[in-house]
């Protein structure tokens, strides 16, 4: 018996009792009641009636991966090798990084509905709610080296927002990696965040896993518990399905890497910057211990961001900078 399994009883809309939930899962009464236990540490509310049992408190739609395979394209399909859907791991993106040394990784995708030590750029931690986000690793190959993959994390950036685009969503993007929507105080919100991990050789083969942590739902529970401003698809579109967002963003995800080696950053470059959050404003850049004063102005083709300082323009490689906007 996995949580998902009981979830799936519990979200039908009616009232199960420990007894039936047992019969129906082949476990013992203890065992369930220590299963509703856990949903309820994960943050999963439940409705229990004495007499009657228990049900969710809300929907809550699992990931399904027929279900996302079966919204994608021919074309899409033909670049998917494998699509793993677990429903708890310590990263998505190590999973696949212990996959490619195995031997596969390459089009292959893992989706997960927790991660237990998900983390982003600069080592920072990735949070969420228990099937209330939508975590996705895609691994590829590539054969020319390290350098063709610069400003990759920018193009997927500029994926995630057309899609979150076709379902109601108006979102911004932070160099190099942050999705961010605006929030009720004018400031911005984080909605997503993308890590891109690449082994391998400077100038040939090499694998490269995109990583994306994306907020579906997030209650005000655990927004309270974060150390940021954070955001969510549903603060600006309702009923957004996460299958749904996921075939989309598949769909999408798998051409770019395919072509990324060919084709850069350079066609990307005009639809990253025609959502760029932090366009002719004034940010500190931090990298490592020092901070300097700089006004933004534009990513380039090969994926830095242009600032300017004192008169002068300096091309931003990614790497351990991070940008804070000055109030």
């Known amino acids: 018996m996995t949580i998902g399994d009981l979830i799936r009883l519990l979200d039908d809309g009616e009232f199960h009792s420990g007894e039936q939930l047992g019969e129906k899962l082949g476990v013992s009464r ?22 009657q049992g228990y049900r969710l408190a809300e929907p809550l739609e699992l990931l399904d991966g027929q279900r996302i395979i079966a919204g994608l394209s021919r074309q899409a399909r033909g670049y998917l ?28 995708v893992c989706l997960v509905e927790q991660q237990s030590a998900g983390r982003g750029r600069r080592g920072r931690a990735w949070n ?88 579906v739902f997030l209650p005000e529970s655990f927004r309270s518990t974060l150390g940021q401003s954070a955001a969510a698809v549903e603060d600006q ?40 959050a932090f366009a002719g404003r004034e940010v500190d850049v931090l990298s490592g211990n020092t901070r300097e004063v700089a006004r933004v102005e534009e990513a380039d083709a090969s994926g830095s961001l242009v600032v300017s300082q004192g ?4 091309h931003l490689a990614g790497g351990e900078i991070s940008l804070r906007v000055r109030s």
């Open 237 to 276: 579109a309702t009923g957004v399905s996460r299958n749904a967002l996921a075939s989309d963003l598949l769909e999408a995800l798998l051409p770019l890497v395919a072509d990324f080696e060919r084709d850069g950053f350079a066609p990307w470059c005009d639809a990253w910057n025609a959502r760029h």
């Open 30 to 51: 203890a065992a369930v009641w220590k299963q509703l236990r856990k949903l309820e540490s994960l943050g999963i509310t439940m409705e229990a009636v004495k007499g």
């Open 128 to 215: 969420t709610p228990w099937g209330k986000s939508l975590m996705l690793s895609l691994g590829w190959r590539v054969e020319s080296g390290i350098g063709a993959l610069e400003g990759l994390s920018l193009a997927v950036g500029v994926v995630l927002a057309r899609v979150l685009e076709s379902h109601g969503v108006s979102p911004y993007l932070k160099w190099p990696n942050d999705v961010l929507l605006e929030v009720p105080n004018g400031d911005y919100g984080k909605l997503a965040g993308i890590l891109v991990e690449v082994s391998g050789d400077a100038s040939g083969p090499c694998e490269v896993v995109v990583g994306m942590g994306l907020n």
């Open 311 to 314: 008169g002068r323009r300096r």
């Open 81 to 108: 090798t494998r699509l793993f859907v677990e429903e708890t791991l310590p990263s998505s993106n190590a999973f696949l990084r212990e996959r490619f040394s195995q031997g596969a990784g390459h089009g292959e």
